[in-house]
């Protein structure tokens, strides 16, 4: 059993899908946790409540991963409330289909801010306070759509492969610091993120088929690797990208 008392982590995009999966993991773990959220302030707290049952505290904190002025606020909130950030999961994100030569740069632009920029930001204010404390982890969450690409959703795989190159910048600078940064890339999961696809009868028959193992992951699947990650099992992997895809790509 992995046991990460008294540590503190700090997950964008914690309310639902692999960042509720990767909260309450945490949690049962005996991390206290501080998650980030959109909107749909009921649905984050009932993920926090079901946190703070297995750890005793969870803050909710409601930001736009795009926005400094945000980012800041829920980092001031989690060393307000809780002192500091031993583990950082950096996420929140999106997935919309966009064709090149018809998506707009607005569709880009959200993509990119959000998936990129959003990951940037939050590892930009929590590593000054990660090398204060002389260690701690950040692991971002890919897609294998960052390692291979993805027809009609370009921007989502620039977004994730830009995810990748910018952990491995981070992983060589933030090492002799103590702080060690990894990416978890998910193939297929099924979240509401995917749902209007996965539901679909042709379509996921189609999918699991492609995949060795013959399913799509749960959210749950993730999580496990966000919690080794996070645990001192893995304190000798260092900007590397750990696939959760059940073989369907493989690259490692």
């Given at each position: 059993?992995?046991?990460?008392?008294?540590?503190?982590?700090?997950?964008?995009?914690?309310?639902?899908?692999?960042?509720?999966?990767?909260?309450?993991?945490?949690?049962?773990?005996?991390?206290?946790?501080?998650?980030?959220?959109?909107?749909?302030?009921?649905?984050?707290?009932?993920?926090?409540?079901?946190?703070?049952?297995?750890?005793?505290?969870?803050?909710?904190?409601?930001?736009?991963?795009?926005?400094?002025?945000?980012?800041?606020?829920?980092?001031?909130?989690?060393?307000?409330?809780?002192?500091?950030?031993?583990?950082?999961?950096?996420?929140?994100?999106?997935?919309?289909?966009?064709?090149?030569?018809?998506?707009?740069?607005?569709?880009?632009?959200?993509?990119?801010?959000?998936?990129?920029?959003?990951?940037?930001?939050?590892?930009?204010?929590?590593?000054?306070?990660?090398?204060?404390?002389?260690?701690?982890?950040?692991?971002?969450?890919?897609?294998?759509?960052?390692?291979?690409?993805?027809?009609?959703?370009?921007?989502?795989?620039?977004?994730?492969?830009?995810?990748?190159?910018?952990?491995?910048?981070?992983?060589?600078?933030?090492?002799?610091?103590?702080?060690?940064?990894?990416?978890?890339?998910?193939?297929?999961?099924?979240?509401?993120?995917t749902s209007h696809v996965l539901h679909r009868k042709k379509e996921i028959a189609a999918i699991n088929k492609a995949i060795p193992r013959g399913k799509v992951a749960t959210p749950q699947?993730?999580?496990?690797?966000?919690?080794?990650?996070?645990?001192d099992l893995s304190n000798h992997i260092v900007g590397a990208v750990i696939n959760v895809n059940g073989g369907s790509v493989l690259y490692g």
């Amino acid at each position: 059993m992995i046991s990460l008392n008294n540590k503190v982590a700090l997950i964008t995009g914690g309310s639902r899908g692999i960042g509720a999966a990767a909260a309450l993991m945490l949690a049962e773990a005996g991390v206290t946790v501080a998650f980030t959220y959109a909107s749909k302030k009921k649905q984050a707290q009932a993920v926090a409540d079901k946190a703070a049952r297995a750890s005793g505290s969870c803050l909710i904190i409601q930001a736009d991963m795009s926005k400094p002025a945000d980012v800041k606020k829920a980092v001031k909130a989690v060393m307000s409330n809780f002192g500091r950030i031993d583990i950082l999961v950096n996420n929140a994100g999106v997935w919309k289909r966009g064709a090149i030569g018809k998506i707009t740069e607005q569709q880009w632009d959200e993509t990119l801010d959000i998936n990129l920029k959003g990951t940037f930001l939050f590892c930009n204010e929590v590593v000054p306070i990660m090398k204060k404390q002389r260690g701690g982890k950040i692991i971002n969450i890919a897609s294998t759509a960052g390692q291979r690409g993805e027809a009609f959703y370009s921007h989502y795989a620039a977004s994730k492969g830009g995810v990748i190159a910018f952990t491995k910048g981070i992983a060589v600078e933030l090492g002799p610091h103590k702080i060690i940064a990894n990416c978890v890339s998910p193939g297929w999961v099924d979240t509401d993120m995917t749902s209007h696809v996965l539901h679909r009868k042709k379509e996921i028959a189609a999918i699991n088929k492609a995949i060795p193992r013959g399913k799509v992951a749960t959210p749950q699947d993730i999580a496990g690797a966000v919690l080794f990650l996070a645990s001192d099992l893995s304190n000798h992997i260092v900007g590397a990208v750990i696939n959760v895809n059940g073989g369907s790509v493989l690259y490692g």
